[in-house]
């Protein structure tokens, strides 16, 4: 398929989105519980730039935006892992093992994804079908080819997920 005609590119800024995170391994070691200041981009592969059929940028950003406020500072858990075990959910305190570890942590300080890992390309794929969700909701009918969006947890260091509109 030849690449689309334009792209429009969104990004977060860098000290918008700062979360802790442990990516599980196949063999069942993890990463120590750790923490990022993640950026974000977006680029929207385009059929038409005219001013009749533009894309208002805040289809991108108000979800983007909403995302960076719900995770900002948290803890984000892959609740789909299977090396993950919720123990105890009091709503005051997540006891939870991950990779036979031990953890209990404040219930507000915590994010349950439905996902299999914390990794960046597991963070850029979630990232990628919510956003899609609401660009299918928000933007011109086929204006949107596809969608790729980067997680960046270091600079030079992440995962994209592209995602096509029709799919």
Same mark, same amino acid.
């Given at each position: 398929?030849?690449?689309?005609?334009?792209?429009?590119?969104?990004?977060?800024?860098?000290?918008?989105?700062?979360?802790?995170?442990?990516?599980?391994?196949?063999?069942?070691?993890?990463?120590? @519980?750790?923490?990022? /200041?993640? !950026?974000?981009? *977006?680029?929207? &592969?385009?059929?038409?730039?005219?001013?009749? %059929?533009?894309?208002?940028?805040?289809?991108?950003?108000?979800?983007?935006?909403?995302?960076?406020?719900?995770?900002?500072?948290?803890?984000? @858990?892959?609740?789909? /892992?299977? !090396?993950?075990? *919720?123990?105890? &959910?009091?709503?005051?305190?997540?006891?939870? %093992?991950?990779?036979?570890?031990?953890?209990?942590?404040?219930?507000?300080?915590?994010?349950?994804?439905?996902?299999?890992?914390?990794?960046?390309?597991?963070?850029?794929?979630?990232?990628?079908?919510?956003?899609?969700?609401?660009?299918?909701?928000?933007?011109?009918?086929?204006?949107?080819?596809?969608?790729?969006?980067?997680?960046?947890?270091?600079?030079?260091?992440?995962?994209?997920?592209?995602?096509?509109?029709?799919?």
């Amino acid at each position: 398929m030849p690449r689309a005609p334009y792209r429009l590119h969104v990004a977060t800024e860098p000290d918008r989105l700062y979360f802790g995170h442990m990516t599980v391994y196949p063999d069942g070691h993890k990463e120590r @519980l750790h923490g990022h /200041n993640f !950026r974000i981009f *977006v680029d929207l &592969d385009l059929s038409d730039a005219s001013m009749a %059929r533009m894309v208002d940028l805040n289809h991108v950003l108000v979800p983007l935006h909403a995302i960076c406020a719900e995770w900002k500072e948290r803890l984000l @858990l892959a609740a789909g /892992n299977p !090396r993950f075990e *919720v123990v105890r &959910d009091d709503g005051v305190e997540l006891e939870y %093992r991950l990779c036979g570890d031990r953890y209990v942590c404040p219930r507000a300080d915590v994010v349950l994804l439905p996902i299999e890992n914390c990794s960046v390309e597991g963070l850029a794929e979630y990232l990628a079908t919510t956003l899609r969700g609401h660009l299918r909701r928000l933007a011109p009918d086929g204006v949107v080819l596809g969608l790729d969006l980067r997680v960046e947890e270091l600079p030079g260091i992440g995962a994209s997920c592209y995602l096509p509109m029709a799919e």
